[in-house]
């Protein structure tokens, strides 16, 4: 019997059904300090039972990436060659859905058992590509399965996965080091400043910033987390302002300043997508010049009174449109370029004012 049952799992099917529940034979062991469950499933069993838990910007629910169909329909269109293979698919059993399964593990094969339900179960960790399109295939692929970890450990693992994984959002991963620091404010403040650029109502880029999952308010962002929070650290740098003030108080200028930026060049703010103000190069280049303006402040509150009047002498100056004179900037150089011709529209203003 058991012979048998270990042939139904080698070609990919489950090994039986027990009144309300779907029985896959495997084995239990122990991938380095985590207990798991190793089997064999079919792709398209493997596909129903299971989910990929995407980061929901909205709520801040979830972790994974967005699906990306080209990436899943290469893994489909390879995995149906002759002498294709895989690594196991890594999946996890959740404690909050602990009574829609359960390990039989007394001796082996152990047993792993799903409530056949219309709720999946097992949460992908590491295999949403592969599976994203294998819903109508029967070919047997191997799964590792992770028992009982929560939705943090979860995440951890998937982080150290596929930090260096080609196509993964680096604000994605940002996204990750935010939620599982211990002191975000103290551990990496650039970042615990662009999310609060990000997360507050009075911001200018609230819920504009792209954190690599998915958003209702998608066609309506701007920059990327990695961009702000890298140049969000260079202004840091700049202005040494964490020595005097605490990241919450260098946080309210910082979106003071793109506050004001929103006022004093309302047209170009208004319309992300024919202008350069929230692409890499405006972003990079502003917090340069939002560096300069706070080292300018010398007895003055830098706020959004201050940094609005300071813009408006020169920030209508810039032809901020793709088309404009920053068309074609990029990198380290472009940056570079774009702040040096902002402070000389800064120079050029304020010589006008003076002789005027």
């Known amino acids: 019997m058991q012979q048998k049952a270990a042939e139904a799992v080698a070609v990919g099917g489950p090994t039986a059904t027990n009144g309300g529940w779907l029985v896959i034979e495997g084995m239990i062991g122990r991938s380095a300090g985590r207990k798991v469950f190793l089997g064999f499933a079919a792709a398209n069993l493997l596909h129903s039972v299971s989910f990929a838990d995407v980061l929901d910007e909205d709520t ?14 290469d893994f489909r269109k390879y995995i149906q060659k002759p002498n294709s293979s895989t690594i196991p698919l890594t999946f996890n059993l959740r404690p909050n859905l602990k009574d ?9 094969p152990a047993t792993l058992e799903l409530a056949k339900s219309s709720e999946r179960i097992l949460a992908q960790v590491d295999c949403q590509h592969r599976l994203g399109y294998l819903n109508d295939l029967s070919i047997s692929l191997p799964f590792m399965c992770y028992i009982g970890l929560s939705e943090r450990e979860e995440m951890e693992i998937f982080s150290v996965i596929n930090g260096k994984a080609k196509g993964l959002s680096t604000s994605l991963l940002d996204f990750h080091d935010a939620t599982l620091a211990n002191d975000l404010a103290k551990e990496r403040p650039e970042l615990f400043i662009a999310l609060q ?6 911001s200018p880029w609230y819920r504009q910033l792209d954190l690599g999952g998915a958003s209702t308010s998608g066609l309506l962002r701007r920059a990327s987390l990695r961009t702000m929070q890298k140049a969000i650290k260079r202004f840091l740098s700049q202005t040494h302002i964490l020595r005097l003030r605490s990241p919450e108080a260098a946080a309210q200028v910082v979106l003071d300043f793109w506050a004001s ?13 024919r202008h350069l103000l929230n692409k890499g190069v405006g972003v990079y280049s502003l917090m340069a010049i939002a560096g300069d303006l706070y080292l300018e402040a010398v007895g003055q509150s830098p706020d959004k009174k201050y940094f609005t009047a300071r813009l408006s002498e020169f920030i209508s100056d810039m032809d901020w449109s793709t088309a ?25 203003s304020h010589v006008r004012v003076i002789h005027g």
């Open 60 to 73: 801040g629910r979830g972790y994974q990436r967005r699906f990306n169909a080209q990436h899943s329909l």
């Open 100 to 108: 829609k399964w359960r390990i039989a593990a007394e001796r082996q």
């Open 197 to 202: 650029l990000n997360n507050n109502p009075d």
């Open 261 to 273: 930026i929103a006022v004093v060049a309302r047209e170009a703010w208004d319309n992300p997508r």
């Open 324 to 348: 404009g004179t920053l068309k074609g900037f990029g990198g380290e150089s472009g940056v570079k370029s774009a702040v040096e011709l902002i402070r000389q529209a800064r120079t050029t």
